[in-house]
Every structure is written in C-alpha cells, then in structure tokens.
C-alpha cells in the first residue's frame, strides 16, 4: 500500500510558506550600475585566479 502526502487545502499549507507575498509580487531591484559591478566582479574574479595559477 503506498502512501502519498496530498494537500487537500490552502489551510493545511506550512506556516512560513503561507506568510510569504506571491511568486510574482517579488520584482528585481533596477540599477543602471549592476552590470558594471558584475563586470568588475567577473574581472576581478578571473584576474586573481590566473595570477595565483601563474605565480
């Protein structure tokens, strides 16, 4: 006999689940600088990596 665990409500959800806003209702903050940073990051990132693997 298999047993499944089915959710027959909305009441029977976890708490936290249910204190969290909608899937859609969580837009991205817009910076006009994000991809700058994440270039200076990724640079940065890459530089170190190969200066340590060629000293």
Avoid: Q
């Avoid at 047993?3 to 029977?12: G, K, M």
């Amino acid at each position: 006999m298999t047993r499944r665990l089915v959710l027959t409500n909305e009441s029977a959800r976890h708490p936290f689940r249910a204190s969290l806003p909608p899937p859609g209702a969580i837009s991205p903050p817009r910076g006009d600088d994000h991809d700058w940073k994440l270039f200076v990051l990724s640079f940065g990132a890459f530089f170190t990596c190969f200066y340590t693997f060629l000293f």
